[in-house]
T-cell receptor, first 111, second 112 residues
Framework: KNQVEQSPQSLIILEGKNCTLQ??????????LRWYKQDTGRGPVSLTI?????NTKSNGRYTATLDADTKQSSLHITASQLSDSASYIC??????????FGTGTRLAVRP | NAGVTQTPKFRILKIGQSMTLQCTQD?????MYWYRQDPGMGLKLIYY???????DKGEVPNGYNVSRSTTEDFPLRLELAAPSQTSVYFC???????????FGQGTRLTVV
């Protein structure tokens, strides 16, 4: 069964600190992996899309890594800001272009 | 560009009632999607469309219907609402299935 598991479920950090969110998946075959940011009460917003050949991709203070061999991805947030408080969702596209969504990591950045 | 616009933002339905969730996008995207998001669960695909006149079922289509008469609009119809349809509904669009999807702000539906 295709699954996307994210850890931790929730995380609290102080403003200015870095953090790393994890995503492990069992989706096969693999097409691409996406990270979305979802603010409370809003729709998800795309951060990155990574294909099989991409190991690292950055979007401002967000850097995603992908290890297709171990089926792991991480999202690193540098110098966190209060506006980074949100849920971060990992999504994997597999067979038949089907997307499998993780349940998200809820990040709270405190002043 | 307004992006993807959903209406209404909130709605309370009684069991057995029907309603249509509206979704429109102004980005000329061919692909459009309807998802539902339940607490503690990942988004689930209800229906999708690859262009005007073409729709197909996703993972959880039972109790819903869609139509795509224009590129811009992709309404989701709920017939005979049930408590199990209490959820947050998101409409999204993309250029292709491989490109980033743009989401609307969601419709929070409660069936009582």
């Amino acid at each position: 069964k295709n699954q996307v598991e994210q850890s931790p479920q929730s995380l609290i950090i102080l403003e200015g600190k870095n953090c790393t969110l994890q995503c492990n998946y069992t989706v096969s075959p693999f097409s691409n992996l996406r990270w979305y940011k979802q603010d409370t009460g809003r729709g998800p917003v795309s951060l990155t899309i990574m294909t099989f050949s991409e190991n690292t991709k950055s979007n401002g203070r967000y850097t995603a890594t992908l290890d297709a061999d171990t089926k792991q991805s991480s999202l690193h947030i540098t110098a966190s800001q209060l506006s980074d408080s949100a849920s971060y969702i990992c999504v994997v596209m597999g067979s038949g272009d089907k997307l499998t969504f993780g349940t998200g990591t809820r990040l709270a950045v405190r002043p | 560009n307004a992006g993807v616009t959903q209406t209404p933002k909130f709605r309370i339905l009684k069991i057995g009632q029907s309603m249509t969730l509206q979704c429109t996008q102004d980005m000329n995207h061919n692909y459009m999607y309807w998802y539902r998001q339940d607490p503690g669960m990942g988004l689930k695909l209800i229906y999708y469309s690859v262009g005007a006149g073409i729709t197909d079922k996703g993972e959880v289509p039972n109790g819903y219907n869609v139509s795509r008469s224009t590129t811009e609009d992709f309404p989701l119809r709920l017939e005979l609402a049930a408590p199990s349809q209490t959820s947050v509904y998101f409409c999204a669009s993309s250029i292709t299935e491989y490109t980033e999807a743009f989401f609307g702000q969601g419709t929070r539906l409660t069936v009582v």
